[in-house]
């Protein structure tokens, strides 16, 4: 269905060229929903942008069910529905009628627009506020409601970018199965974010930009095995302790106190005893082991900090 | 619905609030040029009347089109709704056309009002031919073309100087409520290829038949026009 083959995007600033896409390529398929994870500026949304038209790849292809969308900005936009990043503009107007508004807008028929909306509201549980003006609305609500505009008469494809921002967790629960409903009807789903631990749960498939360039891709639990050891420990140390050496546990991080080790399966036991002796000793305040999560492996992926012997943070 | 009636919809909501607003400072506006201006004139005869009672609802056209317009245009930009509305699948020409749609007709509330106000004030009768529909429109398109175009092409602060900066040349170093006689030849000149004088011809033309509103005016308020509408287009279809 979508096909981005080799896209770069250069962007020429004041400060000198940008780069903001380096050869990235990606499909999805009918039904799929795939998740872009990255950190702010590693080029999600220029991805985005250039899907819909509103930017053009310096060089590439993109491709939605056979049609050069990048020669066709105007069927792109008719093929791909999008949350924007940035709010929705809802100044003056009501959930009920920006929602109506846009499925109109998208082609959909009055009687079936109207239908779809009172459901997507009441999927989400906002009827409260179906009929108050946009400028009264909280920053959760109006990104519900960016939501509801890129769902109401989906593309193709629909693209979401951050569309949990600011939204409480049980009306997050309700639309990730909007959006995994989505995909089920046979849209594709592009879900642009940086929450890696929310984003797990949603999608089929993962994707990790970093500074422009795909650096890794698969489903969550293919990513996960890709960290040889796949347990953590992690150790909360006591107030001006220095870290102490690691005889298990390699790379490790350091987090304010929180001190986090991968282990292996053979090193569990004796681990979990090295790190009782340390709280015993009073190194340490506390200590967990836990399964290495998605989180662990987009540090690992895109660089995070370790420390070294001396407990200095290193950047990777 | 089509799509221009829909977007038409959109902005009428999404301006309800301030639209009224600005009907009430843009029709204050048309008739404190009627009132106020009278007070640099010394004497007020037949002319000096036709010309402040015509170049009022002329200026009120320019100040909607040239300055409440962009500065919209601007504070979407600022809010990145513009480029939302940029991304959905709408024709470009009915977003621009819903758009002078709205700035048209906050406009001509002001027209009116002025128009009564200078007949009650200086006595007048005006002999309004059918061309004041086309010069009307013909007006507030160019003058909303040019400050969308203005809007489109500029940064935000850019756009805020811009506009600022055209009010008071077509406020005061135009002759639009006054004959261009008064104007030194340097500036009249110029006025020979800008659009505002031709503007305030070809309105006061059609209101008063003094046969001011010639071939050329409208030719040359139809060609900047063009530019105004050429550019907002093309703008809107740029991609980054």
């Given amino acids: 269905m979508l096909d981005i083959s080799h896209v770069t995007k250069r962007y020429r600033r004041r400060t000198g060229a940008v780069l903001a896409n380096d050869d990235v390529s990606l499909r999805l398929g009918a039904g799929e929903v795939v998740g872009l994870l990255g950190h702010n500026g590693a080029g999600k949304t220029t991805l985005v942008n250039q899907i819909v038209g509103l930017a053009a790849p310096t060089s590439g292809r993109i491709t939605l069910d056979g049609h050069d969308l990048v020669a066709q900005p105007a069927l792109a936009r008719r093929l791909v529905s999008l949350q924007p990043q940035g709010q929705v503009p809802l100044d003056g107007i009501t959930p009920r009628q920006a929602i109506e508004l846009l499925g109109r807008l998208r082609g959909g028929g009055a009687a079936t627009v109207r239908r779809r909306t009172t459901e997507l509201i009441a999927a989400l549980d906002i009827e409260e506020w179906a009929t108050t003006v946009g400028n009264r609305l909280s920053g959760g609500v109006r990104r519900l409601v960016g939501f509801c505009m890129a769902a109401v008469v989906p593309g193709l494809l629909v693209t979401l970018d951050e569309p949990t921002n600011d939204v409480d967790p049980v009306r997050r629960t309700a639309l990730w199965s909007l959006v995994r409903r989505l995909g089920d009807e046979g849209h594709a789903v592009l879900l642009v974010s940086h929450n890696v631990a929310e984003v797990e749960r949603a999608v089929d498939r993962l994707v990790v930009l970093d500074r422009g360039r795909v650096v890794a891709e698969g489903t969550p639990s293919a990513l996960k095995a890709r960290v040889s050891n796949p347990l953590r420990l992690q150790i909360l140390l006591a107030p001006g302790v220095p870290v102490p050496e690691a005889p298990y546990g390699e790379p490790s991080t350091l987090d304010g106190r929180w001190w986090r080790l991968h282990v292996a399966e053979l090193d569990v036991a004796p681990a979990v005893a090295w790190a009782r002796d340390l709280a015993a000793a009073g190194t340490a305040l506390e200590f967990s082991l836990t399964p290495t999560s998605l989180e662990d492996v987009y540090v690992e992926l895109v660089g995070g900090r370790t420390v070294d012997r001396e407990g200095v943070e290193v950047v990777v | ?240």
């Avoid at chain 2, 086309?134 to 400050?147: D, E, I, K, Q, S």
């Avoid at chain 2, 639009?176 to 800008?194: F, M």
């Fill in chain 2, 1 to 240: 619905m089509s799509s221009y009636g829909l977007l038409l919809r959109w902005q009428l909501l999404r301006l309800r609030i301030v639209l009224p607003l600005i009907v009430i400072v843009q029709t204050a506006l048309a008739v404190s040029v009627v009132l106020g201006f009278v007070f640099l004139a010394p004497t007020v005869d037949r002319q000096v009347a036709l010309y402040l009672a015509t170049g009022a609802p002329t200026l009120g056209l320019l100040v909607v089109g040239l300055a409440t317009a962009p500065q919209l245009v601007s504070q979407a930009k600022l809010q990145g709704s513009l480029d939302y509305l940029r991304a959905l699948p709408v024709p470009r020409l009915a977003y621009l056309f819903a758009d002078l749609t709205v700035w048209f007709v906050t406009a001509l509330p002001g027209l009116a009002a002025a128009l009564l106000v200078a007949a009650l004030r200086f006595d007048l009768d005006y002999r309004i031919s059918l061309l004041v529909v086309p010069a009307v429109v013909l007006t507030a398109v160019t003058a909303t073309a040019l400050g969308y175009g203005l809007a489109y092409a500029l940064s935000p602060s850019a756009t805020a100087v811009a506009t600022q900066l055209l009010v008071l040349v077509v406020l005061l170093f135009s002759p639009i409520t006054y004959p261009a006689g008064r104007l030194p030849a340097w500036l009249s000149a110029v006025h020979d290829v800008l659009p505002f004088r031709a503007m305030g011809d070809i309105v006061r033309g059609a209101l008063t038949g003094d046969g001011s509103g010639t071939a050329s005016a409208y030719l040359l308020v139809a060609l900047w026009c063009a530019v105004g509408l050429v550019t907002t287009y093309t703008v809107m279809l740029r991609r980054d």
